[in-house]
């Protein structure tokens, strides 16, 4: 009988119901129902080296043929009782299960030899483990098998092995979880906003926030897509581009396609499988798209976007872990006081803010769709009044903010009070913590009317006037004098 080679071959597995007669203890969850006719083999597999990242992976291990070991020489015969079997196979007069492959030299197993396996297991294929592999786990071993040629299938991607028990078999599975990352790249343009890691930006409400998501491209690669969520604050632009190589891939049959299908998603990037599985290992397949902050910013300051990889067959889809990133925008609030005599503060109504930039101008919404512009007029700024409280009214802020410095001013000042000094707040880039994104401006009222001091108008103008009085006085007092004298 011709040699029949380990092989590395096909598809993803199926989904696990925990039920079993009898079962082998093992750090992993193996379902096994032990045979009356078990023999001492087993198959011992080592998971892929970046197993640890992902939560659960499935094995299902099927018989494809019984076998029987010649105890003197070691020889294993392969038997079915199948009506067919797959193609690449033959039975000889005797019975007996060989391989030939269209090369004639009945080694390995062909590409189109292993689809016929793996579509003739569907319906003849005798399932006689189901493995749940957790984070952090390394391999596992399922003993006492009967002897056989076994046929492995896992959630990780879509090839695993054929392999024979003679009397054990050690599978390393090679389909590495995809890995996935996530980046904001710039906000309105820049990347002074954004924090070096690219996992954290400010951004004002209205800006556009570019985003660039990689996916490495694994051995076994089938079904992968893209998910991307954006929360309410965000609005992504419909601009997603996929990049390999440094070139843009075009979506299409044979490429990829883009939807809003699946639950929760903002858009999904569905990959034909032919064309991811031509390209490389850890070949990287970038995506880029953008988002602008909406209003909805200005009522949560903190807006998420997160991505992940789906992959894996119709029977049971694996997740990689979830990347996100986050975009922050700045407020400022308001505390507004005077002191009474005893010098304790006090808080004071009816005072209306406007908010200034370093540019001179002034903090507006848009009345279409609640942007953060900015205006050269104080009469068409936004202006929020201070309550009972000190603060503004009905929960008020100046919102939607990205770093900077700015200038608060009071525009309307309650009756018997002075104005107020401008307040200045700086905003500073690349500080996500909460004294920097929300910050108060305490803003204290005078009460009394203030004359001009040193400097002004004030008493001066009537010292001059007088000085001047008294000079012409002086003056005229002398002409007269010498008027009198010249007659006489």
Do not use: C
């Not at 060989?98 to 579509?119: F, K, M, Q, V």
């Not at 006037?465 to 002409?479: K, N, Y």
Request: proline content about 3%.
């Amino acid at each position: 009988m011709k040699k029949t080679a380990k092989i590395v071959a096909v598809v993803i597995a199926l989904a696990l119901a925990l039920s079993m007669t009898a079962l082998v203890a093992f750090a992993v969850d193996i379902t096994y129902q032990i045979p009356a006719d078990a023999d001492d083999a087993s198959i011992t597999v080592n998971l892929p080296a970046n197993q640890g990242e992902v939560a659960d992976n499935i094995y299902n291990i099927y018989k494809v043929f019984d076998a029987s070991v010649d105890p003197d020489t070691g020889a294993i015969t392969y038997q079915s009782n199948a009506a067919t079997l797959p193609a690449g196979f033959v039975r000889d007069a005797q019975g007996n299960i060989t391989y030939d492959n269209a090369n004639g030299d009945g080694e390995e197993l062909t590409a189109d030899d292993i689809a016929a396996i793996a579509a003739w297991v569907t319906n003849n294929g005798t399932k006689v483990a189901t493995v749940e592999t957790e984070a952090g786990d390394t391999s596992f071993t399922v003993e006492h098998l009967p002897y056989g040629y076994y046929y492995i299938t896992t959630t990780t991607g879509s090839l695993v092995t054929v392999d024979s028990t003679n009397p054990n078999a050690t599978v390393n599975d090679k389909n590495d979880v995809p890995p996935v990352t996530k980046e904001i790249k710039k906000v309105n343009g820049e990347v002074t906003d954004v924090d070096a890691a690219g996992k954290e930006a400010m951004a004002q409400v209205g800006q556009v926030v570019e985003f660039e998501a990689t996916v490495t491209k694994k051995a076994g690669a089938l079904n992968y897509k893209f998910h991307d969520t954006m929360t309410s604050g965000l609005t992504y632009n419909n601009d997603v581009k996929v990049y390999v190589d440094g070139a843009e891939v075009t979506a299409g049959p044979d490429t990829f396609s883009t939807t809003s299908t699946d639950t929760g998603d903002t858009f999904t990037i569905s990959f034909v499988d032919a064309y991811v599985q031509g390209l490389d290992d850890d070949e990287v397949i970038t995506i880029k798209y953008t988002a602008t902050v909406n209003d909805g910013a200005l009522v949560t300051d903190e807006e998420n976007n997160t991505a992940k990889l789906s992959y894996g067959d119709s029977h049971g889809t694996n997740y990689t872990p979830e990347q996100e990133v986050t975009v922050y925008d700045a407020t400022i609030l308001v505390n507004k006081y005077y002191e009474d005599g005893d010098g304790n503060q006090q808080p004071l109504a009816g005072a209306g803010f406007v908010l200034k930039n370093s540019e001179g101008k002034y903090y507006a919404l848009d009345a279409t769709d609640g942007t953060v512009i900015w205006v050269d007029s104080i009469d068409d700024a936004l202006e929020l009044f201070t309550d009972d409280t000190g603060a503004l009214e009905n929960g008020g802020k100046f919102t939607g903010l990205t770093s900077g410095t700015y200038a608060l001013e009071e525009k309307t000042v309650p009756a018997g009070y002075n104005k107020a000094e401008d307040a200045s707040i700086t905003i500073t880039a690349n500080d996500y913590t909460t004294p920097n994104l929300v910050q108060t401006a305490d803003v204290e009222n005078e009460s009394g009317t203030t004359l001009p001091s040193t400097g002004g108008v004030g008493t001066t103008i009537f010292y001059v006037v007088g000085g001047l009085l008294v000079i012409v006085s002086a003056v005229v007092l002398i002409a007269k004098r010498r008027a009198k004298a010249t007659v006489a």
